[in-house]
């Protein structure tokens, strides 16, 4: 029953073959067990899960079911939960209960799913590999001495390790996209502005989005559709129509054109990885699709426009955690600045503060122009590059990662090393293009992610293209060994 | 040495929206503290702002009231600080492409003359919430109602001369901008806040002195009397060979003098960039069009077809347009009655001097347009006499009647222009007074005059004031010189 996909499980519910509560159950019961050795939950939310199971059952039994009535989810503890802990990883919201669901959560809510709780992350989802969290590292399933990447790291563990068969996750700079690679599953990102971000704590508003992240691109094709539209509440959400994502599945890869960008297959990238990736791009092209080398010339310079823009928009977002009206608050402040001092200090981890240094530093009277104004420079071409592309290719594909998921602590000390490691992710994020990951094998029992990037809106052709992938090979469904 | 004041203003303007710049809270002033304060106004984590169209727009309308452009693009930006009464800890405000551009408004001198003075630019910004220092012991207190307020902050270039035309300029923008109805203008309520830029240089110097802003005086006369304060402080300062410090300074209306607050040096870094939550806004040029359109007649506007058209004084031009609900009883009572003299007349005399008795506004006035109009063609075709008119206005006023008609019927006020009728009050009056016919008639010619007014009054006391007065003094006049 755990490893089905969310088709099969909502035809065995249909069919009666088991009902909402005892699939709630039966993974309630695997987070259990399971959830000590990984650290994937922040929350888990058993008894809301327990009712809601039981109200989708009702609801089934008088056949008025939706696609994802009865489903077992997960959030991401950066989405606000109305009534239930919403952390963000961080000490600074560890008692903060939030006064409202996200966009997300209620949008997944209404279409029947059924949340199993809250995921653990990176800190405000600052990090790449879900070590700056208040509530500490997940671990990797495949390995429990890997990271699971981040910042969407608890989302990645849970699903690889059948805790949840789905859940959402949110990528600023590859923050679905990497822990996916590092975990083995399918997470996408979509185009800037495709799902809402109401409800979903800002990191960096400019790039932050939703996606969700499962074992298969038919389970994400299934999720996205509930997930996206337009909503009025955010003024960067696009009101473009929401395709049926899923009867878009069996399109051929016949006549379509991928392109390889030769930076993102340059020296940064591990032989091995190399390998896996072009055995992957070779079943691509056994599927009818053609392959062509493309320049993406800037890639290396998104690495500094990100680490520049990002901690700039975050320096501002999390200014609202100033210990007044809710969150930490430290004890006794003599004034209000101690009030603000300490608070931020006490209740901040390493990696938060370092990005709200960085990014006051660049906006900084006397700097904001040879950084911030300098990074939006280069973050207009190196969109402008992805569209050159786009002319002449459909799809481009690369790798994820550079390597595979690094060992627990062997960043810690040089954070720039940890930056470096996310060169293929982050220009999807400054291009506000939507971009999916695939399991395309391991290294070591640590997996590898493939990575196929699109123009904006072409979340449907991208599903298709990895759904044909996985139709034609299994490594998808390989799942890590953990009692 | 003759020292010349530089003056600049920054006027800050709530909207009259019906909610919030960015959230759909209620602006009423006034209510339980933070009961109009929404998750988005208390900066929830995960919320998200969305503009407000109806502020765009009374920008917009502002803006083509001052001449001035509306760009194509314009754009937010956060002012990032901290403060209790600042929940994000930024400002969401406009910096780098504001929706009014350049523009310039033109304000009456006493000399009779105009200056045209230049405004910078204006900008929507979202108002911050206030602390509460009163009430709580040791702590301070913070209401969210007033956070998320639309405000446009309207900077002019320091182009004003004196406290009297930077009283002028803020009183052109008050008249502006209830004219237009965007905002109710209550500097008491703080709808207006004006903080002033002063600096002082020697007459004939080109560069500007060292200047300081004087933050959020609260009336026209406090604008006033903190910017002569502050030229004078100025001044001495440098006769005595000081400098000026950079500075922002504080009003104390009670003591009359403005107290340094803080030093340029401890100026805040705002870190100001664009809002990535806001898109840029695309203004299109029909709309902005359709809505210069649709601009009421402004106080300039009004004034000018006051004189010109209507052959109004300056004077009386100046005092009615100066508020858009006044003008516009102006308007009917001048239409109606077909005199917009006599209709100005009484507009700013007696029913101006009445709204002050009763220390009310035209809109609660209690004689409309149309009843005042009704009197004064009775005015006009004699049918009664001014003091007469007097009566129907205050019978009118205190609803007696309905009708100045009815009112001149039921009181008897109709003129009296039948002579033999008032030869009969002016012998009655003339046999009452002998005494005072006898000085009269002894008196030198020049002494005289005055002595006439003593029967004309007993006379149209007689009437009520019914009688003619022109046929009372051509009678009198006979008879006395007889």
């Known amino acids: ?67 994802l009535t009865g489903i077992p989810i997960a959030h991401k503890d950066l989405f606000c939960t109305e009534g239930i802990k919403t952390s963000c990883g961080s000490k600074m919201l560890d008692n903060f209960i939030a006064p409202y669901d996200a966009s997300v959560v209620a949008k997944l809510k209404n279409a029947g799913a059924v949340s199993l709780g809250k995921t653990n992350l990176d800190e405000f989802a600052m990090g790449s590999s879900n070590e700056s969290s208040f509530y500490g590292s997940v671990k990797n399933p495949w390995d429990t001495q890997a990271v699971a990447g981040g910042s969407s790291g608890g ?3 849970a699903v690889a390790a059948r805790l949840v068969p789905a859940a959402t996750g949110t990528d600023t700079g590859g923050s679905i996209r990497q822990p996916a690679a590092f975990c083995g599953i399918t997470g996408l990102k979509p185009t800037y502005g495709r799902v809402s971000r109401w409800g979903m704590v800002a990191y960096a508003s400019s790039m932050d989005q939703a996606g969700p992240m499962a074992r298969s691109a038919e389970d994400c094709a299934l999720l996205l559709e509930q997930m996206a539209g337009f909503d009025e509440r955010d003024s960067t959400s696009l009101d473009h129509p929401v395709p049926d994502y899923l009867s878009q599945l069996g399109t051929s890869l016949q006549g379509m054109t991928l392109g390889m960008p030769k930076e993102y297959f340059a020296d940064d990238l591990s032989p091995q990885t190399a390998e896996r990736i072009q055995a992957a791009i070779k079943e691509l092209e ?44 430290c004890e006794n402040p003599v004034d209000l600045e101690d009030l603000y001092k300490r608070s931020r200090s ?31 420079q280069i973050r207009r071409l190196i969109a402008e590059d992805f569209q050159t592309a786009f002319q002449s290719v459909d799809l481009i594909v690369a790798p994820t990662t550079p390597n595979p998921a690094f060992d627990l602590g062997s960043n810690s000390i040089d954070p720039v090393q940890m930056y470096l490691g996310d060169i293929y992710t982050l220009g999807v994020n400054l291009a506000g293009l939507p971009a999916i990951s695939v399991p395309v094998g391991q290294i070591n029992q640590r997996p590898v992610g493939m990575q196929l990037i699109g123009n904006h809106f072409s979340e449907a052709k991208l599903l298709n293209a990895a759904h044909q992938f996985q139709q034609a090979t299994d490594h998808h469904l390989q799942k890590p060994q953990l009692t | 040495m003759q020292w010349e004041a530089v003056i600049g203003l920054e006027i800050h303007t709530q909207l009259a929206t019906k909610t919030k710049i960015f959230s759909g809270s209620s602006t009423t002033f006034g209510a339980e503290p933070n009961s109009q304060a929404s998750i988005i106004d208390l900066a929830m984590p995960g919320t998200l702002p969305v503009l407000n169209k109806q502020a765009l727009e009374m920008a917009i309308q ?83 109602n007033r956070a998320g307020t639309p405000l446009i902050e309207i900077v002019t270039e320091p182009e004003m001369s004196s406290a009297k035309e930077a009283v002028a300029f803020l009183k052109s923008i008050h008249s502006i901008i209830t004219y237009l109805g965007i905002s109710d203008g209550n500097m008491a309520e703080g709808s207006m806040r004006c903080d002033a830029n002063v600096s002082v240089r020697p007459k004939g110097q080109e560069k500007l002195g060292n200047r300081c802003e004087i933050k959020n005086v609260n009336s026209f006369r406090f604008v006033e009397k903190a910017i002569n304060y502050e030229i004078q402080r100025q001044i001495e300062i440098l006769e005595d060979g000081g400098r000026i410090a950079q500075q922002t300074r504080l009003y104390d209306p009670d003591l009359d003098e403005t107290r340094a607050m803080r030093s340029k040096e401890d100026a805040n870094d705002y870190r100001y960039f664009p809002c990535p939550d806001l898109l840029p806004i695309a203004v299109d040029p029909a709309y902005v ?39 516009e009883y102006f308007d009917k009572v001048a239409e109606l009655s077909g005199d917009a003299k006599l209709a100005a007349n009484w507009v700013s005399g007696e029913l101006s001097a009445q709204l002050n008795r009763d220390a009310i506004e035209i809109d609660q006035a209690a004689i409309t347009p149309e009843q005042l109009a009704g009197l004064l063609q009775r005015v006009k075709d004699d049918t009664v006499s001014s003091g007469a008119a007097k009566q129907v206005f205050a019978a009118l006023w205190a609803k007696e009647g309905q009708t100045a008609d009815e009112i001149i019927e039921t009181k008897g006020l109709k003129q009296v222009t039948d002579t033999g009728a008032i030869e009969a009050l002016v012998d009655e009056v003339l046999a009452k007074n002998t005494a005072q016919v006898e000085q009269y008639r002894a008196a030198e010619p020049d002494k005289r005059g005055k002595m006439v007014g003593f029967f004309v009054g007993q006379i149209m006391k007689a009437s009520k004031g019914t009688a003619n007065p022109k046929a009372v003094n051509e009678l009198l006049a006979k008879k006395l010189n007889g």
């Open chain 1, 346 to 376: 006490e209740a901040f981890g390493e990696e938060v503060k370092r990005r709200i240094l960085i990014g006051t530093y660049a906006l900084s009277e006397g700097f904001y122009d040879a950084y911030y104004n300098k990074a939006q």
């Open chain 2, 289 to 327: 069009q359709q809505l210069k359109d649709a601009l009421p007649e402004l106080p300039e506007q009004k004034r000018q077809r006051f004189t010109e058209q209507l052959g109004l004084s300056e004077y009386d031009a100046g005092v009615l347009s100066s508020s858009r609900p006044l003008a």
């Open chain 1, 1 to 67: 029953m755990l490893d089905l996909s969310l088709t099969q499980m909502a035809q065995g519910l249909a069919e009666r073959k088991f009902s909402s509560v005892e699939l709630t159950q039966a993974f309630l019961q695997r987070i259990q067990i399971i959830n000590p050795q990984l650290n994937a939950f922040i929350t888990v939310t058993e008894q809301e899960a327990l009712e809601a199971a039981k109200a989708a059952d009702a609801q089934i039994a008088a056949g008025k079911a939706t696609p």
């Open chain 2, 62 to 144: 502002f803006g083509l009231a001052v001449h001035s452009e509306i760009p194509a693009i314009t754009t937010f930006d956060r002012k990032n600080y901290f403060y209790p009464d600042l929940p994000k800890g930024y400002q969401t405000t406009q910096m780098a492409a504001p929706i009014v551009g350049r523009g310039y408004l033109d304000i009456a001198l006493e000399n009779g003359g105009t200056k045209r003075i230049a405004i910078h630019h204006a900008h929507l910004e979202e108002d911050a919430g206030k602390s509460l220092h009163e009430d709580f012991q040791g702590m301070t207190g913070v209401d969210l």
């Open chain 1, 286 to 329: 056994k599927l009818g699709a053609s392959v062509k080398e493309i320049s993406l010339p800037l890639t290396r310079m998104a690495i500094p426009a990100y680490y520049v823009i990002s901690p700039a928009e975050a320096s501002s977002n999390l200014s609202r955690f100033d210990g007044v009206r809710y969150g930490y608050r």
């Open chain 1, 155 to 157: 989302s990645a563990a």
